[in-house]
């Protein structure tokens, strides 16, 4: 049973750095790996979807790469603002059904 | 833009209510979804809809029911409400079951069972 886990569950930066997010799942045979994000009250937006057979998926100042071999994706966001401040989910898509990461609280501070 | 809404922001009920929540998408999508989100468990499926009176059980349907009377709206429906449903109801849809398609979130229900 495919299992998503992001570690830390929470994580605080100054503005400006370059930071990562973690996610990991323990089965490699995934159609594709999500990264949203919540806003407190909000429902979840969407970021970027990695396709099994892509790397890496791009937009603005978000970078996402997926490694099923290891079981591992990452989301880097360059020159962190307050704006980021958000809880960063990840989801990995097995059949039909989004298997979903518990998330990473980001608190940016200005 | 998609827009997904659900009918209420906060809800609170008694032990034993029959409790509805509605969702509403506006672009046509073949597949909606129901899930809760609870703290440090992630976000966990409770049925979802493929089509128009087809519905599907997730990880945890235990307690629920739905409805999809039309292509646009599926109803979440707590036959006789507990405390342990006290969550954050979140609806969602997709265009189809492509691996491409994303889902497109409404901005949550907060259920408080009393």
């Known amino acids: 049973k495919q299992e998503v886990t992001q570690i830390p569950a929470a994580l605080s930066v100054p503005e400006g750095e370059n930071l990562v997010l973690n996610c990991s799942f323990t089965?490699?045979?995934?159609?594709?790996l999500q990264w949203f994000r919540q806003d407190p009250g909000k429902g979840l937006t969407s970021l970027l979807l990695i396709q099994s057979s892509q790397r890496e998926q791009t937009s603005g100042r978000l970078n996402a790469s997926l490694d099923k071999s290891s079981g591992r994706s990452t989301l880097y966001i360059a020159a962190s603002q307050p704006g980021d401040s958000a809880t960063y989910l990840c989801?990995?898509?097995?059949?039909?059904?989004?298997?979903w990461g518990a998330g990473t609280k980001l608190i940016i501070k200005p | 833009d998609v827009k997904v809404t659900q009918s209420s922001r906060y809800l609170v009920k008694r032990t034993g209510e029959k409790v509805f929540l509605e969702c509403v998408q506006d672009m046509d999508h073949e597949n909606m979804f129901w899930y809760r989100q609870d703290p440090g468990l992630g976000l966990r499926l409770i049925y979802f809809?493929?089509?128009?009176?087809?519905?599907e059980k997730g990880d945890i349907p235990e307690g629920y029911s739905v409805s999809r009377e039309k292509k646009e709206r599926f109803s979440l429906i707590l036959e006789s409400a507990s405390t342990n449903q006290t969550s954050m109801y979140l609806c969602?849809?997709?265009?189809?079951?492509?691996?491409?398609?994303?889902?497109?979130f409404g901005p949550g229900t907060r259920l408080t069972v009393l």
């Open positions: 089965d490699s045979a995934i159609y594709n």
């Open positions: 809809s493929y089509d128009v009176k087809m519905k």
């Open positions: 969602a849809s997709s265009f189809t079951a492509s691996s491409t398609d994303t889902q497109y």
């Open positions: 989801a990995a898509r097995s059949n039909y059904q989004l298997i």
